[in-house]
């Protein structure tokens, strides 16, 4: 019999909402605290990034327990995001279910480097980092006057442990080269990453190569945002969405993607590319559609969702989903 990953929800933190800025017709005064979800992913079998036990992948890193580390601009914003709770974060909800941070961890994948998913890479000194391509150049340089640099930490990420998964588009931050004395070790040879098609997904990425966790091409929140797609049963998938949305009732399609002013006499949303997140949420309603179709069940699960967070407590670390 087929052993599947198992996967586990971890805390990371909340962060406080303004649901306007977030879904169409929404009440300009409501605010929700919401949580920043992290996963645990336990593969059973032994691979090159742990040949004696379960590998253990992380995705999403929540919020950092120290909002100084944060940087200025960080700070101002993280101030219109308040009541903001860093505790227990994602080092502490491994420690509570039973893991240490510091060596039980092999890979630590983001789906992007917003404040509240970053965390505290430095919790994780044994991991490698897998992101989406062009976050190095982001987190360096940011990207243009909604993005600028001020906004994130140009070292937030080891680059001797850090791998970009491969590029896909040239509009945005430039991919960094994996350097040639990186210390990153993958459960394959980077040479043979490569985006396929999987079902619907135009571009995904079999991360450990037996086709149990993909990596999902997801743009249009951030530069360089990607979904992970696990195989937990014969016919069971967890889809784990990060930013593609922050509240369900977007991707259920009972609200739209809010719209506010730039700031510059247009109009934005939290998204880099308001279409192609909204194409991203669209090939993520059709994998779910084909395969309910062929009997096989895909929990989508965002971030943000504090719904899904209080009807999921014992699928919780050390629980499992
Ligand atoms: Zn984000």
Redesign the pocket.
Known sequence: MATYPKVSALDGGHITLPERLFITDADPTKRATVPSLCFLIQHPSPSPISPDRTANLIFDLGVKRNITAYTPAQQAHIAQRQPVIVSPDCADSLRNGGFDPSTDIDMVIL??V?W??VGTPGDFPNATFAVGAGTLDLLANGAGYLYPKELFNHDELPADRTVEFPALRDDGPRRTETPGDTRAVLPVEEGNWEWEKLGAFLNALDLLGDGSVWVVDSPG??YG?VNLLVRTGDKKWVYLG??CCHDPRILSQEKGIALYEDGRGGLRS?HVDTETASCTLEGIRKFVKEQEEQGVEVEVIM?HDGVWRVRNKERFWPGCL
């Open positions: 789906s992007h917003h509240d998913h929140h951030l945002h990060g930013d939290v971030a």
